[in-house]
T-cell receptor, first 114, second 115 residues
Framework: EAQVTQNPRYLITVTGKKLTVTCSQN?????MSWYRQDPGLGLRQIYY???????DKGDVPEGYKVSRKEKRNFPLILESPSPNQTSLYFC?????????????FGPGTRLTVL | AQSVTQLGSHVSVSEGALVLLRCNYS??????LFWYVQYPNQGLQLLLK??????LVKGINGFEAEFKKSETSFHLTKPSAHMSDAAEYFC?????????????FGKGTKLSVKP
């Protein structure tokens, strides 16, 4: 089954404790992206990657890091989480053949930083 | 820069009534537009997309949207609401700047369906 998976689905942590949220897709997609969703703000892009070893900042990259060492994986790293990073996070992937290509989303990771 | 505006953060309809969720876009180039749905505690799922092939686009679950260039709109409609349609709906436009992959989302409209 074609899918985007994220782990963990729920995470409660404390300020300053480094964490990684994993994202994996099995569709051989070149493009992957991380979004955060906050009430009243919709989805905002954090980072994206157009292929292995190619990453770039989205609209709200501060406090986040990413890496793309393999095509299927795109982990999101919070080196020193803060309470304002409490949010719902989504990973997404798509082909890059055309701008009409559908972006597929993972189930989300709900992060709480105390 | 491209953007989308969704009018109304909450819309409530009765079961069987027309659903109309509004989306206006801003784009200096022909846009590619998408509607996504998010059911409670789930990820986003594509409802439909406009790819310039036809102005009236039919999607899943009986939804459709019409692209109107003169009004810069891409409103989502469904003739008869069902309880299972209760969800949050997001309109999005594909960025023409830099990465071809970036989606720019509206802030979402939460649809409630009353029995």
């Amino acid at each position: 089954e074609a899918q985007v998976t994220q782990n963990p689905r729920y995470l409660i942590t404390v300020t300053g404790k480094k964490l990684t949220v994993t994202c994996s897709q099995n569709m051989n997609h070149e493009y992957m992206s991380w979004y955060r969703q906050d009430p009243g703000l919709g989805l905002r892009q954090i980072y994206y990657s157009m292929n292995v070893e190619v990453t770039d900042k989205g609209d709200v990259p501060e406090g986040y890091k990413v890496s793309r060492k393999e095509k299927r994986n795109f982990p999101l790293i919070l080196e020193s989480p803060s309470p304002n990073q409490t949010s719902l996070y989504f990973c997404a992937s798509s082909l890059l053949l055309a701008r009409t290509d559908t972006q597929y989303f993972g189930p989300g990771t709900r992060l709480t930083v105390l | 820069a491209q953007s989308v505006t969704q009018l109304g953060s909450h819309v409530s309809v009765s079961e069987g009534a027309l659903v109309l969720l509004r989306c206006n876009y801003s784009s200096s180039v022909p846009p590619y537009l998408f509607w996504y749905v998010q059911y409670p505690n789930q990820g986003l799922q594509l409802l439909l997309k406009y790819t310039s092939a036809a102005t009236l686009v039919k999607g899943i679950n009986g939804f459709e949207a019409e692209f109107k260039k003169s009004e810069t709109s891409f409103h989502l409609t469904k003739p008869s609401a069902h309880m299972s349609d209760a969800a949050e709906y997001f309109c999005a436009v594909r960025s023409s700047m830099g990465s071809q992959g970036n989606l720019i989302f509206g802030k979402g409209t939460k649809l409630s369906v009353k029995p």
